[in-house]
T-cell receptor, first 117, second 111 residues
Framework: DSGVTQTPKHLITATGQRVTLRCSPRSGDLSVYWYQQSLDQGLQFLIQYYNGEERAKGNILERFSAQQFPDLHSELNLSSLELGDSALYFC????????????????FGAGSRLTVL | GENVEQHPSTLSVQEGDSAVIKCTYSDSASNYFPWYKQELGKGPQLIIDIRSNVGEKKDQRIAVTLNKTAKHFSLHITETQPEDSAVYFCAARSGYSTLTFGKGTMLLVSP
């Protein structure tokens, strides 16, 4: 167990629907990252939060949004779902934002597998 | 932004052989290079990392080498075991940016 908790583990839904993925970071970690993993694209960075504030944005679609709450858990909202959104979504956490001095290891959760039919 | 290329995409070895996975990066300012192992049904897990002020780092059967001039780094696994079978990802980071990952290498170790 990495200490990063993601729910749900599996989710099947239909095109056009909206889903919410939830992540609880490792105890003491202030930074949360969301990644999308598909077969042909590897691990694609979506967005990062640090202590409740958006810190960096990657290849995140406008149909997707995220937030980090005061208790540091984070949610990734995916709307108007398309077949191509089917993927594994990983949350990772770290003690400090990326680029901080010193070691700042990313710890990943087990992922949420989204299937859009 | 940073671009990380990883080769090979799949690698099959016999138990006891060595395995080498290679990555190249594009941003000469990158200074942190971790390697992650992803087992089936799990998230990626950090196995070793190296910073740009170091040329090589070892941890038991795993070693990573970095050539800053050529902008490439490699993962070496010696005396491979079936439990080493997994997908391995390299990554690179420069300054205050986020990690950029390679597309992964599926390593299969046959008994």
């Amino acid at each position: 167990d990495s200490g990063v908790t993601q729910t749900p583990k599996h989710l099947i839904t239909a095109t056009g629907q909206r889903v919410t993925l939830r992540c609880s970071p490792r105890s003491g970690d202030l930074s949360v990252y969301w990644y999308q993993q598909s077969l042909d694209q590897g691990l694609q960075f979506l967005i990062q939060y640090y202590n409740g504030e958006e810190r960096a944005k990657g290849n995140i679609l406008e149909r997707f949004s995220a937030q980090q709450f005061p208790d540091l858990h984070s949610e990734l909202n995916l709307s108007s779902l398309e077949l191509g959104d089917s993927a594994l979504y990983f949350c990772a956490s770290s003690a400090r934002p990326q680029g901080s001095s010193g070691a700042n290891v990313l710890t990943f959760g087990a992922g949420s597998r989204l299937t859009v039919l | 932004g940073e671009n990380v290329e990883q080769h090979p995409s799949t690698l099959s070895v016999q138990e006891g052989d060595s395995a080498v996975i290679k990555c190249t990066y594009s941003d000469s300012a990158s200074n942190y290079f971790p390697w992650y192992k992803q087992e089936l049904g799990k998230g990626p897990q950090l196995i070793i990392d190296i910073r740009s002020n170091v040329g090589e780092k070892k941890d038991q059967r795993i070693a990573v080498t970095l050539n800053k001039t050529a902008k490439h780094f490699s993962l070496h696994i010696t005396e491979t075991q079936p439990e080493d079978s997994a997908v391995y990802f390299c990554a690179a980071r420069s300054g205050y940016s986020t990690l950029t990952f390679g597309k992964g290498t599926m390593l299969l170790v046959s008994p």
